[in-house]
């Protein structure tokens, strides 16, 4: 039993690693693969996903040098040399 658990959490993962480093072009076939076999409870689901472009625009992480700078009180330190 712990075998057949095991085995189950080790698949799980492969399979969403596979999702996840999957170009977006198999991931589209796929989903319209499986739009014909999975119940209508979760077809929406993967039309959404389907429909999902994945742009790689900003996702508001603030990371971006292209963010407008907060306004700061504080000034930076110069150093000068003698």
Known sequence: MQNFI????VTTALLYAAWLFMPAAARRWLI????NVVPAS?????ERLQ????DVGCSSCKGCETDPKPN????PIRLHRR
């Not at 319209?32 to 739009?35: D, P, Q, V």
């Open 6 to 9: 095991t085995y189950a959490i």
């Open 32 to 35: 319209a693969c499986l739009l």
């Open 42 to 46: 979760q077809r929406a689901r993967l």
């Open 51 to 54: 429909n999902d472009t994945g």
């Open 72 to 75: 700061s009180i504080a000034k």
